[in-house]
């Protein structure tokens, strides 16, 4: 089967292009070369993460995995047969393990045999999912898809120590069904949560307050959490539970990070969704198109589609028959649909 080629330095540049090439090339059979891996970024080239992702797709398909030392910017992974069962990997640092488990979640569902799946390293890091959108906004919609994936926080990893552990059980797909999202419905429920290991609770407290102050009125509630983990760290989040869908708003402190400008972008992104009549936040949009194309597509009501989705819209159909349309609604939404 003839190779696919993946230009790391393609439109966004980024480790989503390597991550979404890996599952697709795992499900489809198809060995992929990649050049210029994460070219556009600071630091180019595989990092912990980006290796581990790499190692676990040749691990679960039972394939031959070339180049893929840290910092390398060339690879070629070649797939062989999916097979579940029980798998661990380790990124030995803060490396996001939300990450690998978007990338070893779309594999493990076309096994004939369920997963489990225990993942070690950063669940709460700047850049990357935090374990809570993962399990409450990501997975969720995975469900209504047909996906059957459930997900538990064993400790928390905060970035720099990280440490944390998270626990998958995955059953193999029986059958797809579209997602349908372009209404998110009315509110239910709202919360502000700051959750924190070696840290201040006056700077939780002050999070928390600062960011229901920014937000403006909903009635939020607030919650100050004692997180288990290894090594001091912080996050807050916005969590909005409505009719049809539940989204998340995260922002993890970091050194010399003020905590008036971590409630501050929380805030504001939840503004800019909350404004906008989107029922789809743009993270949540680029995540869902993998799993749209690969089951029975479907289409979605969200916010302009950043670089990072259009990138990652052009990666699956280097790979699948599926047609990613973004259709500007003129009214600062967009419509994207997945056609099969």
Known sequence: MNMIEIDGSFGEGGGQILRTSLSLAAITCRPVHFTKIRANRRKPGLMR???ICAVAATEITGGKLTGAELN????????GSIRGGEYH???GSAGSTMLIAQTVVP??????EPSRVFLEGGTHAPG??????????FLPCLRRMGAEVT???VRTGFYPVGGGQVELEIQPIREWRPLELTAGGEKISGRIVAAGSGIDREILEDEVRITDELVGPGDWKTEILEADSPGPGNVVYLELLRKNITELFSVCGEYELPRKT???RVADMAKKYLDSGAAVGSFLADQLLLPMALGQGGKILTLPPSPHAKTNAAVIQKFLAAEIEMNNLENGTFMIEVKK
């Open 89 to 91: 990997f380790t990124t």
């Open 49 to 51: 993460q980006h290796r």
């Open 107 to 112: 594999i493990l569902l076309q096994a004939s």
């Open 151 to 153: 997900a538990r926080l």
């Open 72 to 79: 390398s910017q060339e690879m070629t992974f070649g797939p």
């Open 128 to 137: 990357a999912p935090v374990f809570d959108f993962f399990d409450r906004v």
């Open 262 to 264: 971590v409630a501050k």
